[in-house]
């Protein structure tokens, strides 16, 4: 098979609407695992957040965690790369955020703060399977070390709202982008999915030409980019499928669509 190295998002790539990773999505990773390939998980997700899918998938490399935040090595916990936010940018775009009247989430010491519990705390626990600490006080006054990512929650229309103001302040220092339609990751200007990657396509001694990707989502887009081969999922945004033309198209989430082009990859046939 041509691809070594295959890089795919989680939500709203590998996993189903439902976020469940599917029978079939496992066989195909593990095929293409067992034919020399490394699967690496590729996610705006903490590490503990990806955990399980990778003792289920049996991934045979490091993860891609906080955007690009960092590569950790999810059987040993260790960290092998990290990018955070300068504390003091950090309380900057925190304190931001609570004067727009933002609820966000700061994710440090391994886990995530929340500045009070609410629905939209506990719709994320259920997406990412960690409970928060709630510190019932504003993020900006509760940080003591660099995160790995701020993570502002809102409705669909106020996060859309939010992020040109934020980009418009912070936009020269930060990274800021979508990951879903009611999220913004906020993270340093020099994290990406891309430059974590590259890391890792460097450690792992894979070449340029024998990368794969999948994503969907505003934040995969450098991550595809990247990419020798690189998949858009049919359920993404037309911003995301249309961003260039090298993209290539994968089945949605909701038919095993990263399952579907590893299979065909497995049997030699043209996606």
């Known amino acids: 098979m ?3 190295m295959i890089a795919a998002d989680i939500d709203g790539t590998l996993l189903n609407p439902a976020r469940e990773l599917e029978e079939r999505t496992i066989c195909a990773a593990r095929a293409c695992m067992g034919e020399g390939a490394y699967f690496v998980l590729s996610s705006g997700r903490m590490p503990p957040a990806l955990k399980e899918i990778g003792i289920r998938l049996q991934v045979n490399a490091p993860a ?12 040993s916990g260790e960290t ?6 300068p504390l003091p940018l950090a309380r900057a775009i925190a304190r931001e955020c609570e004067n727009l009247g933002l609820y966000l989430h700061a994710f440090v010491h391994g886990s995530y703060i929340a500045p009070y519990y609410c629905s939209l705390t506990r719709s994320y626990e259920q997406l990412c399977g960690v ?11 509760n940080l003591d070390e660099a995160p790995m990512k701020l993570l502002v929650l809102d409705s669909p229309e106020g996060a859309a709202k939010a992020l040109p103001l934020l980009k418009a302040k912070f936009g020269n220092e930060a990274n800021m982008m979508h990951s879903q339609k009611h999220m913004i990751e906020c993270v340093d200007k020099n994290t990406s999915k891309a430059g974590a990657l590259e890391f890792l396509r460097k450690r792992l001694n894979v070449d340029e030409s024998e990368t794969c990707a999948f994503g969907d989502g ?5 991550m595809l980019l990247w ?7 049919d359920n993404a945004p037309d911003s995301v499928k249309s961003f260039s033309p090298r993209f290539l198209s994968a089945p949605p989430n909701t038919a095993c669509g990263v399952a579907q082009v590893l299979e065909k990859e497995l049997k030699g046939e043209s996606v």
Do not use: H, W
């Not at 092998?80 to 936010?85: E, G, I, K, R």
């Not at 990419?227 to 999922?233: E, L, Q, T």
């Open 131 to 141: 409970k928060a600490r709630v510190v019932n006080g504003r993020i900006s006054e």
């Open 227 to 233: 990419a020798r081969y690189p998949y858009v999922m």
């Open 218 to 222: 505003q934040n995969d887009v450098d």
């Open 2 to 4: 041509r691809y070594r």
């Open 64 to 75: 891609v965690c906080f955007n690009g935040g960092a590569v950790v090595d999810l059987k």
């Open 80 to 85: 092998l790369y990290s990018t955070p936010v």
